[in-house]
């Protein structure tokens, strides 16, 4: 009986369909990977509306702001004041004027007239109404002066 | 020096898979982990020009924009109370169905008076300090539109906020 000497010839595999499924996976992937949507914040549970359609053309100047409150992991909220998120920062609303200066002041710099400019306001479903108006209220103070808002909700699919 | 493929004729350039196997699950495991399944965002515009809310109530003498007020429960801060121009439309999930019935039969009574009037007609969203946020994009929803067969029929596209009540 002959006996193959162990290590000699590996088994020839063919590796092509297997590159083939794996680029078509990753280009899957890199397609359906959301890169615009960078400041959504996930502490924000926003409202949901049926109405709520993202819009059809990209709006070329608009900040974001993220109001919302501090939750655990399980998504619980562990603090009932509300705070603007920031990346890392968060802020209250009451104390949120430098900031929303320093945006304002950002837009002036690279000669954007702060009427064209949208503050798109995240806000979340249990935030007082009232605190979201205080919000819009800050962003038209001297010196800050934007005059264009949008309040975002999700979109629910229709029954 | 070790020469490799003594046995073999031919001369066969053999391609090196295992490093490009490497990268390629690098990154389709990267872009796996990356994936946030994230719902479609809409937005609802706000129409707040500089001034107001002082100056705003007289932008249209002819035309006072249509008063949305609710109610909340001091407590709780769910809604206790939808006015539509002082008329009480209820506070559980048709009471923005009754409010958007409304909206209707005045966005079809303006058309009736002229093609400019529906355009300038305002309405104001008048909320206490604190109502659930999400009160106000339901009032707002109700009053902007309606979905009819997966398309948005508008009624009324100028929105604001009334002055801002004091916190209870």
Known sequence: MKIKSSGSNAPDVDMTPMIDIVFQLIAFF?????????????????????????????????????????KDKQGEIIDRTPYIFFGDEQIEVANSSNRLRQEAQFYRTIGTPLEDVTVEIRADREVQSGLVQ????????????????????TQKVSP | MKIRNRNEGGEKIEVQMAPMIDVVFQLLIFFMLTLKIIEPEGNFDINMPLGAPETSSVTEPDLPPFKVRMEADPATGALSQLL????????????????????????NALKAAGPDALEKQEVEIDPDFGLHY??????ISACSGKMVDGKMVRYISRIKFAPIREEN
């Open chain 2, 134 to 139: 999400k009160n106000i994009i339901e009032a």
């Open chain 2, 84 to 107: 539509f121009n002082g008329q009480p439309m209820g506070n559980d999930s048709t009471a923005f169905q009754r409010l958007n019935l409304e909206i209707f039969k005045s966005v």
């Open chain 1, 134 to 153: 205080t919000l819009i209220q800050k962003c038209q103070e001297e010196g800050i002066e934007f005059q264009r808002f949008a309040l975002k909700a």
């Open chain 1, 30 to 70: 890199m397609v359906i990977s959301n890169f615009e949507q960078q400041q959504a914040d996930e502490r924000v549970t926003l409202p949901k509306n049926q109405l709520a359609k993202p819009p059809e053309v990209k709006r070329d100047d608009a900040f974001t702001l993220n109001v919302g409150f501090l």
